[in-house]
């Protein structure tokens, strides 16, 4: 529509609609934009650009559109302005630059929070997209939701570690003769070649608080400084910690000034595991809530993942977050990633 008859229209919609008439435009305009969601994203962030992506130069001039029909700015190189002279467009610099396809995004994220796998987005009619196009949008996604600040736990705080196998899945070196860890290359489902904790496992430090609010982070080593840096700056000061013991949440409790409880796993002798151990009381204290958030990340990565690379974990922790409390809307999704970008 042209910039005139619209302005025409806009005037007339304000000087002669009723008030239910115009509660009726609001609701069809936001089902209009949630059926077109990233161009919504796309058109808002335009409008947002105050300073150039690449120098943050704020001297920016319209600079007519680009291929794909989205406006283009470009950084002003003058004696004043000092900026770059480079060319960009409302999603350089975020998540989402140079990505194809804007019509099928938010579909891609409703998959991406259901944690479908890419072979099923692949084979769904909607998504006309190769495999490898649904593995680089995954990660583009991913990236930024990983990278965003964690949340504030409080009130009764489960803290654990678990471990996962240290893996290099799709490294190009397996197949060039220059294997990037000097072991013979492992299939699903095998096991570490030394026995015990080693350096072939990377653990992941969980807190999950009673209202689902939850912090994943992969750590290098299990040490003190690790978990308290991790932690620290996360769980609220009169908040109770539940952990299994080891000294170094000890350390996280005094140090964030939180009350350290202590709960020593189960005893599985022959006889609990025959006639099953009590059933858990209600609202009482335990390790069940982190043990069962570890159980579902064992599930995602190892079992429906078939394990993932060492280096994307914090990306599918990221996911498993995703999948565990998705978003209300897929553009919700978008506009994390977008936010975060
Ligand atoms: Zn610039």
């Known amino acids: 529509m042209d910039r005139a008859r619209f302005e025409t229209l806009t005037q007339e919609i304000a000087a002669q609609a009723t008030v239910e008439q115009l509660l009726d435009l609001e609701t069809r305009t936001a089902r209009l934009l949630a059926e077109r969601v990233s161009e919504a994203l796309v058109a808002r962030r335009t409008t947002a650009v105050r ?32 900026g770059c002279g480079r060319t960009f467009n409302g999603l350089s610099g975020t998540a989402f630059a140079r990505m194809r396809k804007p019509e099928l995004w938010s579909g891609y994220a409703r998959h991406l929070a259901s944690g479908t796998s890419l072979t099923k987005i692949v084979e769904c009619s909607d998504m006309a997209i190769s495999r490898h196009t649904a593995w680089r949008w995954r990660h583009r996604l991913l990236t930024p939701l990983a990278a965003t600040k964690p949340e504030r736990l409080g009130g009764v705080v489960e803290a654990d570690e678990t471990f996962f196998l240290r893996s290099f899945k799709g490294h190009r070196g397996w197949k060039r003769g220059k294997a990037p860890e000097n ?9 570490a070649l030394l026995s015990g904790l080693s350096h072939q496992h990377v653990p992941v430090l969980t807190g999950i608080d009673r209202d689902g609010r939850c912090i994943d982070k992969r750590m290098d080593r299990r040490s003190t400084d690790q978990i308290v840096a991790a932690l620290g700056g996360a769980v609220a000061p009169d908040s109770v910690l539940c952990t299994d013991g080891l000294s170094a949440y000890a350390t996280l409790a005094k140090t964030v000034g ?11 002798d022959w006889l609990k595991k025959a006639m099953g151990h009590p059933s858990r009381q209600k609202g009482a204290l335990g390790l069940g809530r982190v043990n069962g958030h570890h159980e579902r990340m064992k599930t995602l990565i190892n079992r429906v993942l078939r394990g993932v690379s060492t280096k994307f974990l914090p990306n599918y922790l990221a996911m498993l977050r995703l999948v565990c409390r998705p978003p209300s809307a897929p553009q919700d999704t978008l506009q994390a990633a977008f936010a975060a970008g």
């Not at 120098?55 to 000092?82: A, N, P, Y």
């Not at 939180?258 to 599985?268: I, K, L, Q, S, T």
């Open 183 to 191: 072991r013979p290359p492992r299939y699903p489902g095998s096991k």
């Open 258 to 268: 939180a009350e350290h409880r202590v709960f020593d796993p189960p005893e599985d």
């Open 51 to 82: 300073q150039c992506p690449h120098c943050s130069g704020t001297k920016i001039v319209r600079h007519g559109r680009d291929g794909g029909g989205r406006q283009r700015f470009r950084c002003l190189k003058t004696d004043e302005s000092h």
